[in-house]
């Protein structure tokens, strides 16, 4: 351990009081990176863990159709608190006060100004930048629409999908948009023998490149061949986060180790917990496939294409995944999902599981800035976070009849900014 490190230590020691529990991992440096390996003590004491309270939520079965939605691919906070909801089904976001009151409806179906196209596979982003003009990625028509805060149309700016297929999108804490790409190679291609890359550029909010911040290898959940694609279930993927100070926080999930990397690039820390890898199962395996079986039946697939489906495109890894998404917290904490085996669900959970979307579990570690771990926070149950934004959680909850809601949880604890 580096002198700076057993100073470090000894100051978290001498600031317990009476009760608190000191923290137990180690830090230690290696070639100038620094190196936190946590053990699976809680730094938290008890008493003191985070909690969450439901604050509000928002929508309904059969009532007023503002209130309805069809597939919330997105929410997020304004500057004032309104609550920006991004329905990828009825292509439209819709626009809330801070106290859950339906105030307008943003866009609409089409390809003309102001309109949204179709996403795909259901998926979407809302955006809210400086001076709350709102954003949404349009992969359908190549663009990303934009907004003025009262819901006028303010133009739009070109996707460049030379640079690469957009992956997945997050907010970056100056007001740019960070997009992850994945570069695509084609057979007969210049390219075609360098293995394809993603990599995570930030965006001006007019659409210009303004910085690569990180460049790594795709995962493999899905791939395509001739159109149709290829699942391997709970093999490892990249997770990645923007932080608030600009780093970013990159980790493959076939172990509980992520790197952090200055606004330059360079890696400076790596932060480890405990993990003990566990196998999938059987059992999971054949949670998964009925799981696909009613998704093909559902979208109307013949018995026999989907069974062919089923034995030839839907295969196993051998491991579980370390963890699932990671997303910032208040003070710069950084949460990080389980994931939870099919084999582990109750069937009334199994019937709300998607598991070609998402393996994450209720259950989530968070970590300080520096990569100590505090303790866990249990999210409930069909809930699926989208957002942290101070001392609040945006995201969507599923019922039984599996409608789905937007939900604001209130974090409980000493979380001052």
Aim: with cysteine; charged share 20%.
């Amino acid at each position: 351990m580096s002198k700076a490190s057993f100073l470090f230590v000894l100051t978290a020691l001498a600031a317990c009081g009476p009760g608190e529990r000191p923290w137990t991992g180690t830090i230690t440096d290696s070639a100038g990176v620094q190196i936190v390996a946590n053990t699976a003590q809680r730094l938290w004491p008890d008493g003191a863990q985070w909690t969450l309270v439901e604050e509000l939520r928002i929508g309904t079965i059969d009532e007023e159709p503002e209130y309805q939605f069809g597939q919330i691919a997105w929410l997020t906070p304004g500057s004032d608190g309104r609550i920006y909801v991004f329905d990828s089904q009825g292509q439209h976001v819709k626009v809330f006060s801070p106290d859950g009151t339906y105030e307008r409806t943003i866009g609409g179906p089409g390809s003309g100004p102001g309109e949204i196209g179709q996403p795909q596979g259901g998926q979407g982003f809302v955006f809210v930048g400086p001076g709350d003009t709102v954003f949404v990625p349009d992969l359908s028509n190549q663009r990303v629409d934009r907004w003025a805060p009262d819901g006028t149309e303010a133009g739009s700016f070109r996707l460049n999908l030379e640079q690469g297929f957009p992956v997945s999108w997050q907010a970056a804490p100056n007001g740019a948009i960070a997009e992850q790409t994945r570069h695509l190679n084609f057979a007969g291609g210049d390219d075609a023998a360098d293995p394809p890359q993603d990599v995570v550029l930030l965006l001006t909010t007019d659409g210009a490149v303004s910085d690569t911040v990180v460049t790594f290898p795709p995962g493999e959940s899905i791939k395509f061949s001739g159109g149709i694609p290829d699942w391997t279930i709970y093999t490892p993927e990249t997770a990645w986060m923007m932080t608030g100070t600009g780093h970013v926080l990159l980790g493959t999930s076939d172990q509980y180790r992520i790197r952090e990397y200055d606004g330059s690039g360079a890696l400076i820390r790596i932060i480890t917990m405990p993990y003990e890898r566990r196998l999938v199962t059987e059992r999971d395996q054949r949670a998964v496939l009925a799981f696909f079986e009613t998704l093909f039946k559902d979208q109307g697939v013949p018995a026999t294409i989907a069974q062919r489906l089923i034995d030839n495109n839907v295969h196993f890894a051998e491991y579980l995944p370390a963890f699932g998404r990671m997303v910032r917290g208040p003070n710069n904490t950084i949460w990080v999902q389980h994931v939870r085996a099919a084999s582990d669900m109750s069937d009334e959970q199994l019937k709300a599981a998607n598991f070609i979307e998402d393996i994450g579990a209720p259950a989530w570690d968070v970590l300080d800035a520096e990569g100590r771990y505090l303790g866990v926070v249990t999210m409930p149950d069909r809930f699926a976070p989208r957002v942290i934004v101070g001392e609040k959680i945006y995201g969507v909850w599923r019922d039984e009849l599996d409608v789905q809601y937007a939900v604001v949880l209130r974090i409980e604890g000493t979380v001052e900014e």
